[in-house]
Nanobody
Framework: QVQLVESGGGLVQAGGSLRLSCKTS????????MGWFRQAPGNEREFVAA????????YYADSGKGRFTISRDNAKNTVSLQKNSLKPEDTAVYYC?????????????????WGQGTQVTVSS
């Protein structure tokens, strides 16, 4: 079993930055692909970014390209999402997720474990 705990959310003005972190438990973190998703009120949960376990390759949704950076530290069992140039439309609950299969994907169904989420609010 893997547990994921997100942190780093909060209130920020448009144009500002936030860094989200996800701490995982479990000895096999290093073989999971890790992803970030978000869900705004009234919307479906959507993919934000993912990072593969083996070669640290990354994959971003168009909404975050050039503004968001996903990274991981296998020694600390942590994955992070640096978010710059934030916009009000980035307001959402952000979720960390782990994919045991290891493939880098934007499909929610491929992720086996989920955190509880952290709220990010961007004011205009």
């Amino acid at each position: 079993q893997v547990q994921l705990v997100e942190s780093g959310g909060g209130l920020v003005q448009a144009g500002g930055s936030l860094r989200l972190s996800c701490k995982t438990s479990g000895r096999t973190f290093s073989v999971y692909t890790m992803g970030w998703f978000r869900q705004a009120p009234g919307n479906e949960r959507e993919f934000v970014a993912a990072i593969k376990w083996s070669d640290y390759s990354t994959y971003y949704a168009d909404s975050g390209k050039g503004r968001f950076t996903i990274s991981r530290d296998n020694a600390k069992n942590t994955v992070s999402l640096q978010k710059n140039s934030l916009k009000p439309e980035d307001t959402a609950v952000y979720y960390c997720a782990a994919n045991r299969g290891g493939s880098i994907t934007s499909q929610m169904s491929e992720y086996d474990y989920w955190g509880q989420g952290t709220q990010v609010t961007v004011s205009s």
